[in-house]
């Protein structure tokens, strides 16, 4: 299967300081990069002095635009390999939302297996995240500690921000090893896909790039970020017509640091 690889030098940069373990790529050449935080919290890798991280003096009217272009090469009869595969990631999502949705609901979770759950991390599963399964074999060490994470983390009940800084809090280990961004974010807007975006790296690649990644001041935590980045891309969303699992999608195609690469799973 076709895959891809990530060369931007920013994100190059921070997966060379830790195990690529924390984030997945969207389909088999899309994608939301894999590996970069593993048991660091994601507030210390990406807190900044209220800057954005892009640097991208494109304004939001030109990033909507670009946005709009993109989305309209999408096509399962473009003559483009990449536009080809981008349509087939967002055609699978009712599918793919159908058989897992469930699998993550509380009851569900009580009798998951460590089969069941790395089923999910694979692409020709899950559709869309192509790296999500590297660190299976970490996450499903302690099933026991594996569901009770899984159980905070679609707790309606509470706000989003207070379930994650649980599972990965700003200071402390994580509560399950492995159990990074890219799969927390991913299995959130499974279960609630128009609710939850996916924050990986290129997700926050693409914001960067098209100066859409917000601001945030110095210390905050993996909760804090991800409120804030999800209610842009909510923004982004509205203003294109389009929901959270086709926009994940774009933020690949609009990468331009992408190169065909190694099969993947």
């Given amino acids: ?10 994100l190059a940069a921070v997966e060379a300081s830790a195990p690529a373990a924390d984030d997945g790529g969207v389909g088999r050449a899309v994608g939301s990069g894999a590996g970069p935080l593993a048991d660091r919290s994601a507030a210390d890798t990406f807190e900044q002095d209220g800057v954005n991280a892009g640097g991208c003096k494109m304004n939001r009217e030109q990033a909507i635009g670009q946005l709009r272009s993109i989305l309209g090469q999408v096509d399962p009869r473009s ?7 981008a349509a087939e990631v967002r055609d699978a999502k009712d599918e793919v939302i159908s058989r897992y949705a469930p699998m993550f609901s509380p009851e569900r979770i009580k009798r998951m297996t460590a089969e069941g759950f790395k089923g999910f991390l694979l692409f020709r599963n899950n559709r869309h995240w192509d790296s999500l399964h590297r ?19 679609v707790d309606e009940s509470k706000p989003v921000r207070k379930r994650l800084d649980q599972l990965r809090p700003r200071r402390g280990e994580p509560m399950v090893s492995g159990l990074g961004r890219a799969v927390i ?5 499974i279960v609630h896909t128009d ?3 996916v924050w990986n790296s290129i997700s926050q690649a693409g914001m960067e790039n098209l100066g859409l990644w917000p601001v945030m001041p110095r210390g905050a935590s993996f909760g804090e970020w991800y409120e804030k980045m999800n209610a842009v891309v ?9 929901d959270l699992w ?8 609009e ?3 992408i190169l065909k690469g190694a099969d993947i799973e």
């Fill in 135 to 153: 660190q299976g074999g970490r996450m499903t060490e302690d099933m026991g500690r594996l569901r009770k994470a899984l159980k905070i983390l």
């Fill in 234 to 242: 909510h923004e982004v969303a509205e203003e294109l017509g389009i």
């Fill in 246 to 253: 086709t926009l994940d999608m774009l933020w690949w195609r």
């Fill in 79 to 85: 003559p483009n390999e990449f536009c080809r595969i």
């Fill in 195 to 197: 609710k939850y975006a």
């Fill in 185 to 189: 974010t991913a299995i959130l807007q």
């Fill in 1 to 10: 299967m076709l895959g891809v690889f990530l060369v931007d030098s920013h």
């Fill in 255 to 257: 990468n331009p640091h």
